[in-house]
């Protein structure tokens, strides 16, 4: 980055001196250089999860299979529960999206990008205002955008949209393109289109056409189970949503019914 980023530069290297999780991403050093500042990461080989959803073809990925982005979700939310509730000070990430989300070797996935975190040095659950909005629109959370007033609710917000691109292989704002001018001129929220589909009383029925297309083989209770944890974390209230701490345990229980899944089905055809 420029040297005119140096408050993020040094706020990133700041915090990666003082937390260590296995799904936050290491720091390795730093560098200057001429006007630039430079921070060097452990190898993440797989990049970013979000070029695996929907920048797979360019980047020649193949698809990840249900079972890899549950794991994935898991790994991110422990990152998440570890700077929200086992540090001190505690943090807030505030920039909690896909493409923050990186992948090692075999795809267990790390939390990245400190630059904009926030610190609690009380409570985490008690909040702070922020001087000003940053972070990622589509990944904002409503009282965030609102108020000014920013807690670790708010990455639990930004993580609701991370599960709900999982589950559907799509940005958290696309963009429409209009038919007679061939020109991008309306957003469409994935948290919105998303929501519309899960106040249904049958959810799984319109939720099955708009799953990501590449995922053919999946546990369907699992991917439910996934989805309405996805509508919790982006409730309006935040004082409704769950924390880390749950999310962590909800997607815990959800992997392990997942993997019990598959060694029934792989017994079943070792029998056919």
Same mark, same amino acid.
Not at 40 to 45: C, H, N, V
Not at 109 to 120: E, N, P, R, T, Y
Not at 133 to 157: C, Q
């Given at each position: 980055?420029?040297?005119?980023?140096?408050?993020?530069?040094? *706020?990133e290297?700041?915090?990666?001196?003082?937390?260590?999780?296995?799904?936050?991403?290491?720091?390795?050093?730093?560098?200057?250089?001429?006007?630039?500042?430079?921070?060097?990461?452990?190898?993440?080989?797989?990049?970013?999860?979000?070029?695996?959803?929907?920048?797979?073809?360019?980047?020649?990925?193949?698809?990840?299979?249900?079972?890899? =982005?549950?794991?994935?979700?898991?790994?991110?939310?422990?990152?998440?529960e570890?700077?929200?509730?086992?540090?001190?000070?505690?943090?807030?990430?505030?920039?909690?999206k896909?493409?923050?989300?990186?992948?090692d070797? !075999?795809?267990?996935?790390?939390?990245?990008?400190? !630059?904009?975190?926030?610190?609690?040095?009380?409570?985490?659950?008690?909040?702070?205002?922020? *001087?000003?909005?940053?972070?990622?629109?589509?990944?904002?959370?409503?009282?965030?955008? =609102?108020?000014?007033?920013?807690?670790?609710?708010?990455?639990?917000?930004?993580? !609701?949209?991370?599960?709900?691109?999982?589950?559907?292989?799509q940005?958290?704002?696309?963009?429409?393109?209009?038919?007679?001018?061939?020109?991008?001129?309306?957003?469409?929220?994935?948290?919105?289109?998303?929501?519309?589909?899960?106040v249904?009383?049958?959810?799984?029925t319109?939720?099955?056409?708009?799953?990501d297309?590449?995922?053919?083989?999946?546990?369907?209770?699992?991917?439910?189970?996934?989805?309405?944890?996805?509508k919790?974390?982006?409730?309006?209230?935040?004082?409704?949503?769950?924390?880390?701490?749950?999310?962590?345990?909800?997607?815990s229980?959800?992997?392990?019914?997942?993997?019990?899944?598959?060694?029934?089905?792989?017994?079943?055809?070792?029998?056919?």
């Amino acid at each position: 980055m420029k040297n005119t980023n140096s408050k993020e530069f040094l *706020s990133e290297l700041n915090i990666l001196c003082r937390v260590h999780h296995i799904n936050l991403i290491e720091l390795i050093g730093y560098a200057a250089g001429g006007d630039s500042l430079f921070l060097i990461y452990e190898l993440a080989q797989n990049g970013a999860l979000s070029d695996h959803l929907y920048n797979r073809v360019v980047r020649g990925y193949k698809p990840l299979c249900w079972t890899t =982005r549950v794991q994935i979700a898991l790994d991110a939310a422990k990152g998440l529960e570890y700077i929200h509730l086992h540090t001190k000070p505690y943090f807030i990430h505030r920039d909690v999206k896909s493409s923050n989300i990186l992948l090692d070797s !075999g795809f267990r996935a790390k939390i990245a990008d400190f !630059g904009l975190v926030k610190l609690l040095e009380h409570s985490p659950d008690v909040g702070t205002a922020a *001087s000003r909005i940053v972070g990622t629109f589509g990944y904002l959370a409503p009282e965030y955008v =609102r108020d000014g007033r920013v807690n670790t609710k708010s990455d639990v917000y930004s993580f !609701g949209v991370v599960l709900m691109e999982l589950l559907t292989g799509q940005p958290a704002l696309s963009r429409d393109a209009s038919p007679e001018t061939v020109q991008y001129v309306e957003h469409r929220s994935l948290v919105e289109y998303m929501l519309s589909i899960l106040v249904n009383n049958d959810p799984f029925t319109k939720l099955s056409q708009c799953i990501d297309p590449s995922l053919i083989h999946f546990h369907k209770d699992s991917l439910l189970q996934m989805a309405l944890l996805s509508k919790d974390c982006v409730d309006d209230d935040w004082n409704r949503r769950p924390d880390m701490c749950k999310v962590v345990l909800r997607l815990s229980h959800i992997l392990a019914c997942l993997k019990e899944w598959e060694e029934k089905s792989d017994c079943n055809s070792s029998l056919c």
